[in-house]
């Protein structure tokens, strides 16, 4: 069984800077690519950034120079660094982590942390 808890949510003013983190734990090997979704009121989930293991990332062209996505290997956890936030980035955001234990790749999704930037 893998558990990934998202934390660094909050409420900040447009122009703000917020940094989540995903930890998991529990039955893991290795972890290949680590991602951050988000979900705003009313609109299907769509994906934000994408980290492989060895490092490459991948940025939505509406966050590319304002996120940045990093992980702790080390620690399988993956960060979201999130800089001039606006309105139109409040959501729920989730992290998926692809989680290799023995033989089998499995997909695990974080319960969500609540962004809310005012204007």
């Known amino acids: 069984q893998v558990q990934l808890v998202e934390s660094g949510g909050g409420l900040v003013q447009a122009g703000g800077s917020l940094r989540l983190s995903c930890a998991a734990s529990?039955?893991?090997?290795?972890?290949?690519?680590m991602q951050w979704y988000r979900q705003a009121p009313g609109k299907q989930r769509e994906l934000v950034a994408t980290i492989t293991s060895g490092g490459s990332t991948v940025y939505a062209d509406y966050v590319k120079g304002r996120f940045t996505i990093s992980r702790d290997t080390a620690k399988n956890t993956v960060f979201l660094q999130m800089n001039n936030l606006t309105p139109e980035d409040t959501g729920v955001y989730y992290c998926?982590?692809?989680?290799?234990?023995?033989?089998?790749?499995?997909?695990?999704w974080g319960q969500g942390t609540q962004v809310t930037v005012s204007s």
């Open positions: 529990g039955s893991i090997d290795s972890i290949a690519s």
């Open positions: 998926k982590a692809n989680v290799f234990f023995r033989t089998l790749i499995s997909t695990h």
